[in-house]
């Protein structure tokens, strides 16, 4: 099953999964900027080995649908997984954070499930808002952590994750993203994560 990893979006998809390893290391290490810093770098492995995907001529069918299961588990991992130990962390595990991280594992898991038999809807759009969303908003959670005092700011982060996470499951059509906002995005996670990073030294 290793030769599967060689094929060069897979091996991104691997390397993302590191990220996320990585970054779950430090959250539960309570060191929470430098953990969402790394998360970024999930973020950008993960819309890169779709971009090489969608790049690579010739490309096996079994390799590709070992790709694409390999890929709904590294969404879980740092789409879902990750931002819920993040939330119990800043929370210190308070009934609020539980509650929080349980919804939002649960909608990340039926958000995937749904995607991997069903694909988009019908007009090319995303039902539901993706799972590439929640490292981004962390990152910004965490940017303007300053502004707000320690107590209020477990608050911000729960409600926005719980809102979050019923936007995973909703009935709304999110279309996918354009050159542009991947482009956009990724700036933003370079900068966000240099940011964070620099915080924590």
Known sequence: ?????????????????????????LALSQRLELSVAVALWAVLSDHLDGF????????????????????????????AVL????????????????????????????????????????????????????????????????LFPNEVFSDVVNIGFLLLAMAHVAPVRVPPLGATMYTAISIFAVASSVALASRSF
Not at 9 to 22: D, E, V
Not at 97 to 103: E, I, Q
């Open 52 to 79: 090489v995907a969608g790049r690579t001529k010739g490309r096996d069918l079994d390799v590709a649908r070992m790709g694409a299961s390999l890929d709904g588990f590294a969404d879980l991992v740092y789409g």
């Open 83 to 146: 931002p819920a130990v993040i939330v119990v962390q800043v929370s210190q595990a308070s009934p609020l954070a539980l509650a929080t991280a349980t919804t939002l594992l649960v909608a990340g898991a039926i958000r995937l499930s749904y995607f991997a038999n069903f694909g988009r809807s019908c007009d090319e759009c995303f039902l539901g808002v993706p799972l590439s969303y929640d490292v981004p908003l962390l990152a910004l959670f965490f940017l303007l952590k300053p």
């Open 1 to 25: 099953m290793l030769k599967y990893l060689w094929d060069p979006a897979n091996a991104i998809t691997i390397t993302g999964l590191l990220f996320s390893s990585t970054s779950l290391f």
